[in-house]
């Protein structure tokens, strides 16, 4: 340790000692099937609300090819992160893999485009959320929900991990029975139809296929993104898992098969029964799927409710996600480190509760000034989102590179060349984000707020990082070795 410079490129670290780490240390809760429960549930959401606005945007064909595309990206990137979170098993997750890529500069870069992902999600979801609920108890304000889900599921995950992890299978599980109730329910009543598959008019020089031309299959990407966004967050619990080195890469790739086979039926069994015009503009697709099929009888009204399930897998999951992340940012000095002191259940309640408000006040400010609230939060997490996948990809390419000698218990099969296609597929889905032009002014702001944050990493936190955080502490050890050599 005596070696371990004290200056990285540009930034300062400071020698804490083991009370500050004793204050922030996180309990060992999860194996490979909770993990899968977290993955899966992060996103099982997408399957249930938020793709459905691509059919708005680019039609069904349009849709269906961005989804391949996108799940092209993903595999790719899932294959390479589980062999990043068996070399690098801290709870910064992203940030860690490109802190030890490209210093400390571009890892807040990283952090911040990841919190942004993570904290918009949750947002966007509980606006899938009062959707839902609004179709079952009219008249209800949707801020009024949006509060009372925030609170009940932020206090679920300061009560405790294993709780958290828990709760999240068991409605993960609930989800998928809704689902292939469903896909059975839509493949065998008779009420799918391929003329409802592609009732949406074509615009000029369009085709029932593609009605907005190869243009809408580009527009489509950031929805298509909703199909999978967030099975990445799995790494960030590798301080929690029992064996990360076995669970990891198991629960990412049997999160990833799982979500491959799910948008596959959603998009084509939801569409085929609902129509794509009337699912592309509805704010809850699964119940408009639920009364195609069995009417306004009362078993849709129940089924609807516990399709509230998927939105609230994902929801519990992600709000997860971003106090971890926000707990690791914090830890290692990049934001305020009292944000990182974890409650009596080894929690960090200050982060989550944190990522609560500001996600709250995000729905209650995009409410204010548009009518799509859900898709135009859905683009700002999907442009953080897909910045921090092509920093991932490229910091797996440099790893490769730089660090051979890094041991990787599991090795992405797909090696180098893999991790560049994700990387370019991601910068694709990027200028995506910008294609719909009522949305441009959500993608703008979330650019400003990245400025924002670089700036105060700049002028204030690069001067206060944490050496012993254990992100920071793996990175400088290898760099006071390379400078050795």
């Given at each position: 340790m005596?070696?371990?410079?004290?200056?990285?490129?540009g930034?300062h670290?400071?020698d804490?000692d083991?009370?500050?780490?004793e204050?922030?240390r996180?309990?060992?809760?999860a194996?490979?099937?909770?993990?899968?429960?977290?993955g899966v549930?992060?996103?099982?959401?997408?399957?249930?609300?938020?793709?459905?606005?691509?059919l708005?945007?680019g039609?069904f064909?349009?849709?269906l090819?961005?989804?391949?595309?996108?799940?092209?990206?993903?595999?790719?990137?899932?294959?390479s992160?589980?062999?990043?979170?068996?070399?690098?098993p801290?709870?910064?997750?992203f940030?860690?893999?490109?802190?030890?890529?490209?210093?400390?500069?571009?890892?807040?870069?990283?952090g911040?485009?990841?919190?942004?992902?993570?904290?918009?999600?949750?947002?966007?979801?509980?606006?899938?959320?009062?959707?839902?609920?609004?179709a079952?108890i009219?008249?209800?304000?949707?801020?009024?929900?949006?509060?009372v889900?925030?609170?009940l599921?932020?206090?679920?995950?300061?009560?405790?991990?294993?709780l958290?992890?828990?709760?999240?299978?068991?409605?993960?599980?609930?989800?998928?029975?809704v689902?292939?109730?469903?896909?059975?329910?839509?493949?065998?009543?008779g009420?799918?139809?391929?003329?409802?598959?592609?009732?949406i008019?074509p615009?000029?020089?369009g085709?029932?296929?593609l009605?907005f031309?190869?243009?809408g299959?580009?527009?489509?990407?950031?929805?298509?993104i909703?199909?999978?966004?967030?099975i990445?967050?799995?790494?960030l619990?590798?301080?929690?898992?029992?064996?990360v080195?076995?669970?990891?890469?198991?629960?990412?790739?049997?999160?990833?098969?799982?979500?491959?086979?799910?948008?596959?039926?959603?998009?084509?069994?939801?569409t085929?029964?609902?129509?794509a015009?009337?699912?592309g503009?509805s704010?809850?697709?699964?119940e408009l799927?639920f009364?195609?099929?069995f009417?306004?009888?009362?078993?849709?009204?129940?089924?609807?409710?516990?399709?509230?399930t998927?939105l609230?897998?994902?929801?519990?999951?992600?709000?997860?996600?971003?106090?971890?992340?926000?707990?690791?940012l914090?830890?290692?000095?990049?934001?305020?480190?009292?944000?990182s002191i974890?409650?009596?259940?080894?929690?960090?309640?200050?982060?989550?509760i944190?990522?609560a408000?500001v996600g709250?006040?995000?729905?209650?400010?995009?409410?204010t000034?548009?009518?799509?609230?859900?898709?135009?939060?859905?683009?700002?997490a999907?442009?953080?989102?897909?910045?921090?996948?092509?920093m991932?990809?490229?910091?797996?390419?440099?790893?490769?590179?730089?660090?051979?000698?890094?041991?990787r218990?599991y090795?992405s099969?797909?090696?180098?060349p893999?991790?560049?296609?994700g990387?370019?597929?991601?910068l694709?889905?990027?200028?995506?984000?910008f294609?719909v032009?009522?949305?441009?002014?959500?993608v703008?702001?979330t650019?400003v707020?990245?400025?924002?944050?670089?700036?105060?990493?700049?002028?204030?936190?690069?001067?206060?990082?944490?050496?012993q955080?254990?992100e920071?502490?793996?990175?400088?050890?290898?760099?006071?070795?390379?400078?050795?050599?």
């Amino acid at each position: 340790m005596e070696n371990r410079p004290k200056q990285v490129r540009g930034a300062h670290y400071v020698d804490v000692d083991n009370t500050y780490l004793e204050k922030r240390r996180l309990r060992k809760s999860a194996g490979w099937v909770l993990l899968w429960g977290l993955g899966v549930g992060a996103v099982i959401s997408g399957d249930f609300f938020g793709w459905n606005f691509g059919l708005a945007a680019g039609g069904f064909g349009g849709l269906l090819l961005a989804t391949i595309v996108v799940a092209v990206m993903y595999v790719t990137m899932v294959l390479s992160i589980a062999e990043l979170s068996t070399a690098l098993p801290h709870a910064g997750g992203f940030y860690s893999f490109t802190r030890n890529a490209f210093g400390p500069n571009w890892a807040f870069l990283n952090g911040v485009t990841d919190l942004i992902e993570y904290v918009i999600t949750p947002a966007v979801i509980v606006v899938g959320i009062a959707g839902y609920m609004n179709a079952l108890i009219p008249g209800v304000p949707a801020w009024v929900w949006w509060a009372v889900f925030y609170a009940l599921f932020v206090g679920i995950n300061i009560r405790g991990t294993a709780l958290t992890l828990r709760v999240s299978l068991i409605v993960t599980l609930l989800a998928l029975g809704v689902l292939v109730f469903f896909y059975l329910a839509a493949a065998f009543s008779g009420a799918f139809s391929w003329e409802k598959v592609f009732n949406i008019a074509p615009a000029e020089g369009g085709s029932s296929f593609l009605p907005f031309g190869w243009y809408g299959v580009f527009a489509a990407l950031p929805f298509a993104i909703w199909f999978y966004l967030a099975i990445e967050q799995l790494p960030l619990a590798a301080e929690e898992s029992h064996d990360v080195v076995r669970d990891m890469p198991r629960a990412l790739i049997l999160g990833i098969l799982t979500l491959l086979v799910l948008s596959v039926l959603t998009l084509v069994l939801n569409t085929g029964v609902a129509g794509a015009k009337e699912v592309g503009e509805s704010s809850a697709p699964l119940e408009l799927g639920f009364k195609a099929v069995f009417g306004d009888a009362a078993t849709t009204t129940i089924l609807t409710l516990i399709a509230i399930t998927g939105l609230v897998a994902s929801f519990h999951a992600i709000i997860y996600a971003y106090g971890r992340l926000i707990f690791a940012l914090s830890r290692a000095g990049y934001l305020p480190t009292g944000l990182s002191i974890v409650s009596r259940y080894h929690t960090p309640h200050y982060a989550l509760i944190l990522g609560a408000v500001v996600g709250f006040l995000m729905c209650v400010l995009i409410s204010t000034f548009s009518d799509s609230v859900g898709a135009a939060l859905l683009n700002m997490a999907v442009f953080g989102a897909v910045i921090s996948y092509a920093m991932v990809m490229f910091a797996y390419i440099r790893l490769a590179r730089t660090r051979p000698d890094l041991p990787r218990p599991y090795k992405s099969p797909l090696g180098v060349p893999g991790a560049w296609v994700g990387a370019i597929l991601a910068l694709v889905c990027l200028g995506a984000t910008f294609a719909v032009e009522s949305y441009r002014p959500g993608v703008v702001g979330t650019a400003v707020f990245v400025v924002l944050m670089m700036a105060y990493y700049w002028f204030h936190s690069r001067f206060r990082l944490v050496a012993q955080a254990p992100e920071e502490e793996a990175a400088l050890i290898a760099e006071a070795q390379r400078e050795i050599r």
